[in-house]
């Protein structure tokens, strides 16, 4: 039989040890409730979903914008991004304008100088606080976007595309001469001019609606979309196609 003195010895020595192996244990126990209490992170994917879905100004979608005119489809481009820049990377493609974002090419034609109602003929003045600030043009076309959003719950987005359409010109006089006599003759326009022209006429509308006034270029800007794209005869837009259509008509 073994000694009664060293199997005592023995049960004191294995004693401590089972009483740290339980502690161990007991801690690691509390240890993962506490990881279960604590609150859990997003997963990474759910932080980057809002960027991943691209929304213009990270508010508004380009999803479900509707284009009902056939021949503006092709060159009206949507490409939602948080700020709608692309620093020029396209003039090395043939027809770069129709590669560039809508919202961007309002952006462009708003950079421009002049100063009262001499700037919707060829009198374009050479100063203007909107020449080159880029940057400063696009928080003025988010803040119009916030105002159309709040005035009348629609899609900013679609409201533009809607003004566009609406504002476009189908015809246009050109001036021909003929044996010593100049005479105007109505000609068709292309999608690419369409657009163009009515984009020009917007941002014209807008800079001329704030020039010596109260109103902000973003409300005025925010007005001209709303009145065009609801197609009212109060909008600059809409006028100036109608005159320049009228006047296409008595030139057949």
Do not use: C
């Not at 609801?230 to 006028?239: E, G, L, Q, T, V």
């Amino acid at each position: 039989m073994p000694d009664k003195s060293y199997v005592e010895k023995n049960e004191v020595e294995a004693e401590p040890a089972a009483q740290t192996a339980e502690a161990t244990k007991d801690m690691a126990e509390a240890q993962a409730a506490k990881r279960r209490a604590a609150p859990k992170k997003a997963p990474a994917k759910a932080t980057t979903a809002r960027y991943n879905k691209r929304l213009f100004f990270g508010k508004y979608s380009a999803d479900d914008i509707v284009v009902s005119d056939p021949s503006l489809q092709a060159y009206i481009m949507l490409k939602p991004r948080p700020y709608p820049n692309i620093y020029g990377r396209r003039k090395h493609l043939a027809y770069y304008k129709a590669h560039v974002d809508l919202v961007e090419r309002l952006i462009n034609k708003l950079m421009r100088g002049g100063t009262g109602k001499k700037i919707s003929g060829r009198v374009i003045r050479k100063e203007g606080s909107l020449q080159g600030k880029k940057l400063k043009v696009v928080h003025i076309l988010e803040e119009a976007f916030e105002i159309i959003h709040r005035q009348t719950g629609k899609n900013p987005i679609q409201l533009l595309v809607d003004a566009i359409q609406n504002a476009a010109p189908i015809e246009d006089t050109t001036r021909v001469r003929y044996g010593g006599i100049s005479y105007n003759v109505a000609v068709g326009i292309s999608s690419q001019r369409r657009l163009d022209v009515a984009l020009r006429n917007m941002a014209v509308a807008a800079l001329m609606g704030a020039f010596k006034n109260k109103k902000r270029l973003a409300e005025t800007l925010a007005t001209e979309i709303t009145l065009a794209a609801n197609n009212s005869p109060d909008s600059y837009a809409i006028k100036k196609r109608i005159e320049s259509e009228r006047i296409a008509k008595r030139a057949r």
